[in-house]
């Protein structure tokens, strides 16, 4: 199956600091992905679509000044959580899908990144 | 109301055990819908899709009822290995998924 990396896994910072998170497709062509943010013992809870070349699409409730996503290329996407506050300390996940407007098709997750901030 | 719900759990079962879960979502225009399974502190992988005709993949079936908006996992045979976290997962369209709080599932010796 396609794989999909994330990097950093786990990261540690102070709060009012920034912290980007990278996104990768290593075997095919994403032209969309997905993060997600998982509170402990909570569902996942998606927090924007991005599409390559174009601006994210944000659920409701997030802010998109505060949780900068970039998509430069196809096989790239990063959040940046900017002025992090621990209330910012989650599991972030992203997925990745080469056919967004297929019913059926797959998205692959990333093994995600673990954010705690002090 | 959630969008997705499932029973929290856990649901504790001895090895062999037979055991179900079940999962109701609220949007009736959903697409496809889907289990994954998620391990502590990982990220969750695809069990199965789930179909109106039902579908099975070795100990796993899965089914699909649109008209009560309701999907089922049942699991035969527990093994210890199948011990973690089930997620409902609704695609409400253009690949949005909407996941379920997940439902727990230990499976002891």
């Known amino acids: 199956g396609a794989v999909v990396s994330q990097h950093p896994s786990w990261v540690i910072c102070k709060s009012g600091t920034s912290v980007k998170i990278e996104c990768r497709s290593l075997d095919f062509q994403a032209t969309t992905m997905f993060w997600y943010r998982q509170f402990p013992k909570q569902s996942l809870m998606l927090m924007a679509t991005s599409n390559e070349g174009s601006k994210a699409t944000y659920e409701q409730g997030v802010e998109k000044d505060k949780f900068l996503i970039n998509h430069a290329s196809l096989t790239l996407s990063t959040l940046t959580v900017t002025s992090a506050h621990p209330e910012d300390s989650s599991f972030y996940i992203c997925s990745a899908t080469s056919n967004p407007g297929g019913r059926r098709s797959e998205q692959y997750f990333g093994p995600g990144t673990r954010l705690t901030v002090t | 109301r959630k969008e997705v719900e499932q029973d929290p759990g856990p649901f504790n079962v001895p090895e062999g055990a037979t055991v179900a879960f079940n999962c109701t979502y609220s949007?009736?225009?959903?697409?496809?819908f889907f289990w994954y399974r998620q391990d502590c502190r990982k990220e969750p992988k695809l069990l199965m899709s789930?179909?109106?005709s039902g579908n099975e993949d070795g100990r796993f079936t899965a089914q699909l009822n649109r008209a009560s908006q309701y999907i089922s996992l049942l699991i035969r045979d527990s093994k210890l290995s199948d011990s973690a976290t089930y997620l409902c997962v609704v695609n409400t369209g253009f690949q949005k998924l909407v996941f379920g709080t997940g439902t727990r599932l230990l499976v002891s010796p």
């Open positions: 949007n009736s225009a959903s697409q496809s």
């Open positions: 789930v179909y109106s």
